[in-house]
C-alpha cells in the first residue's frame, strides 16, 4: 500500500488522499540511521565507551516505480518538475515544464506505506515526511509498459499514525508499448528501447546546528537530462547526428507519445542532443543505440515536457 498526499509546510506529516500501485519492492523506501560518535582515550580499554555517541534519523530514501497509468500520474509532475498547467475540461490537459529555480521550493510530500509482519501478516504502517524527488526517469521496452521510476527522498519518519484506508481510480489503464510512437527531429522511428532521466541535482540531507537534527528544505541544483534509444540500423541518420561537424546537426527533437485511447502521455525534448552512437547485433540485423542529453535551445520552449491528456480533473 502507497498512499500520499501534498504538504501545506515542508516535513509536516498530512493524512494520505492520494494511492498508487506500484512495482517491485514493497518496501520500497527505508530509514538510515545515523550516529555522531566521539572516540577519546581512556585508561583500562581499547574500545568505544557505549555512551560517546549521539544516535538519530538521518533521513530515509528510496526507490518508487510505476507503471505509468492514464490517471493518477499527474499528481507526480509538480513534484519531478515543479511546474504544471492545467486546460481543457474533460479530457483535461495537465502539462509540465521546469518552471523556475524556485518552482520546486515550497513542495513537498508525505508518503505512507504498509509493512506488514511476517508471519503474522499484521499491518505496521511507515509515514515519511518531508519527500522529494530528486530524481526520475522513464522507460519503455517492446512488449512492456511505460514504467516511471522515482528516486525519492524523505526528511522525517513515524512508525506510529495509523494506516490510512486506500482507494484508487476507477476505470484506469496502462500506457504501454503497443500505444507508443517515437519521433526524432519530427519523423517517426521503430525503436526497441527508449529512456528518459532526469536529475534535479537538489542539495538533500541540508543540516545545521540549530537545536535539531531535522534536515532544511532541499534546494533543487543544474538540470540534467539524459535520453537514450535502441532501433535498427536502417540508414546513416542517426549516426549522422552523432559524428554531425556543426551544432545544428547534432540536434533534433525526440518526441515521445504513448496512447491509451483518448488519453495520451507525452514526452518532449525539444532540443536532445545527440552524444555517442554504439552497434549492436549481427550482420543481417544490425542494431544501433544512440544516447545524449536534453538540453535548453535559448526559447520559450521549456528542455523538458511531460504531458498527460486524461479525465483526470487534477493532475
Not at 530515509?60 to 492545467?86: P, Q, R
Not at 535520453?227 to 536502417?234: A, Q
Amino acid at each position: 500500500q502507497l498512499g500520499v498526499a501534498d504538504e501545506s509546510t515542508f516535513n509536516t506529516p498530512v493524512t494520505p488522499s492520494r494511492f498508487f500501485e506500484y512495482n517491485g519492492n514493497p518496501a520500497a523506501v527505508r530509514g538510515v540511521a545515523a550516529r555522531t560518535e566521539g572516540n577519546p582515550l581512556r585508561a583500562g580499554t581499547r574500545a568505544r565507551r557505549s555512551d560517546r555517541s549521539v544516535p538519530y534519523l538521518s533521513h530515509a530514501e528510496g526507490t518508487l516505480e510505476f507503471d505509468v497509468m492514464t490517471k493518477g500520474v499527474g499528481y507526480w509532475f509538480k513534484h519531478m518538475l515543479g511546474t504544471v498547467a492545467t486546460t481543457g475540461a474533460g479530457p483535461y490537459t495537465h502539462t509540465a515544464t521546469e518552471g523556475a529555480t524556485s518552482a520546486l521550493v515550497g513542495k513537498s510530500f508525505t508518503a505512507q506505506m504498509n509493512y506488514p509482519f511476517h508471519p503474522a501478516g499484521t499491518n505496521q504502517s511507515m509515514t515519511f515526511s518531508g519527500g522529494k524527488v530528486p530524481s526520475w526517469s522513464l522507460t519503455n521496452d517492446v512488449e512492456g509498459m511505460l514504467t516511471m521510476s522515482l528516486n525519492v527522498w524523505f526528511a522525517s519518519m513515524t512508525t506510529g499514525t495509523a494506516l490510512a484506508t486506500p482507494s484508487y481510480p476507477a476505470s484506469m489503464e496502462n500506457f504501454s508499448w503497443a500505444g507508443g510512437v517515437i519521433t526524432i527531429g519530427g519523423s517517426a522511428i521503430d525503436v526497441t528501447n527508449i529512456n528518459v532521466e532526469v536529475d534535479n541535482t537538489q542539495k538533500v540531507d541540508s543540516k545545521a546546528i540549530r537545536g535539531n537534527t531535522a534536515s532544511k528544505e532541499p534546494t533543487p541544483g543544474p538540470l540534467s537530462i539524459t535520453w537514450g534509444v535502441e532501433c535498427d540500423f536502417d540508414s546513416l541518420t542517426q549516426w549522422n547526428r552523432v559524428h554531425g561537424t556543426t551544432r545544428a546537426a547534432t540536434i533534433a527533437s525526440v518526441v515521445g507519445t504513448w496512447t491509451n485511447g483518448a488519453d495520451t502521455f507525452t514526452v518532449t525534448l525539444p532540443s536532445a542532443r545527440f552524444d555517442d552512437h554504439n552497434f549492436s547485433g549481427e550482420a543481417g540485423s544490425l542494431g544501433q543505440s544512440i544516447t545524449g542529453v536534453g538540453e535548453d535551445d535559448g526559447t520559450a520552449s521549456a528542455p523538458i515536457e511531460l504531458k498527460l491528456v486524461s479525465t483526470d480533473v487534477t493532475p
